[in-house]
């Protein structure tokens, strides 16, 4: 890739007809507070404004760019973010959602987080809706932080709230498993990673998603499911995610393509 700058982190944004969220979302990660990002948009086929709103939002910055990922699915999109990642020669990436409200600290944060020992191989941010201070916030950040801490094996976060090295996620497999077409694939992604080293958090490591990711239950596993894979232990999760709970999400029809019909926005 023609640029001389190396990047020690790139965020990428995968985006499909986010016209109404994206903008602010872009801002978040061109005001972060340090000046080693590079910011990658994926525009994933959308049909809406918003590829043209993200180009709008990073005109004249040289440390953002644009492409396009025509392979319709949110993982393709972050597998091509990765591979540009690669190629800038980043150390860390981390993968945004475009409905998010991220703190301009929120990547030296995950720096810190990840510090220097390389057994830690990814960071987790918590979500929340509303103050952050908020006497409900301390609660909720404090509880997923210490749930976090305690079953270690799992994962605790959407994709909007990852953050990994750039060289075990590669060695797992990346952000897209080709046998994983289903939803629930960022949790599939955490289990992979947590075969290569170990998951990192704190309490204050939070962004705001959107409210709508409240209302999600046609593409969430049911309490059985969600039951199982916290009771099941990491010696055995192969089996929870490719045994169990593949069969019963294909029979569902809950596939990552699902995801782009949106009617539960309307």
């Known amino acids: 890739m023609a640029t001389a700058f190396r990047p020690k982190w790139v965020i990428v944004i995968a985006f499909y007809n986010e016209a109404k969220f994206i903008a602010p979302t ?24 918003s590829p043209q709103i993200v180009a709008d939002a990073i005109k004249g910055h040289p440390r953002a760019m644009l492409v396009t990922e025509t392979n319709q699915g949110h993982t393709f999109a972050l597998r091509r973010g990765l591979a540009i990642a ?44 509303g103050p952050y201070d908020s006497p409900k916030n301390r609660l909720i950040r404090h509880r997923m932080a210490l749930t976090a801490s305690l079953l270690s094996g799992q994962g605790h976060t959407g994709t909007f709230g990852q953050a990994f090295r750039i060289v075990p996620l590669v060695a797992c497999g ?86 782009r019909v949106r009617d539960w926005e309307e």
């Open 26 to 49: 872009v801002q978040c990660a061109l005001a972060q507070d340090r000046d080693d990002i590079m910011l990658v948009c994926v525009d994933n086929a959308s049909t809406d404004a």
């Open 174 to 259: 990346g952000p897209k498993n080709d046998d994983w077409p289903f939803v629930l694939y960022d949790h599939e992604l955490i289990h992979r990673i947590l075969k290569v080293g170990r998951l990192t958090h704190a309490a204050d490591h939070v962004c705001w998603p959107a409210p709508r990711r409240q209302v999600n239950s046609h593409v969430r596993w049911n309490l059985v499911e969600r039951l199982t894979y916290a009771l099941t232990p990491y010696a055995v999760k192969d089996w929870f995610f490719y045994d169990f709970l593949a069969p019963r999400l294909r029979r569902r029809g809950m596939f990552e393509a699902g995801l």
């Open 86 to 129: 690669q190629e800038l020669g980043a150390e860390n990436i981390a993968f945004w959602d475009a409905d998010t409200f991220y703190p301009p600290h929120y990547i030296s944060r995950a720096d810190q987080l990840l510090g220097t020992d390389k057994r830690i191989v990814g960071v987790q941010a918590f979500d929340i809706y």
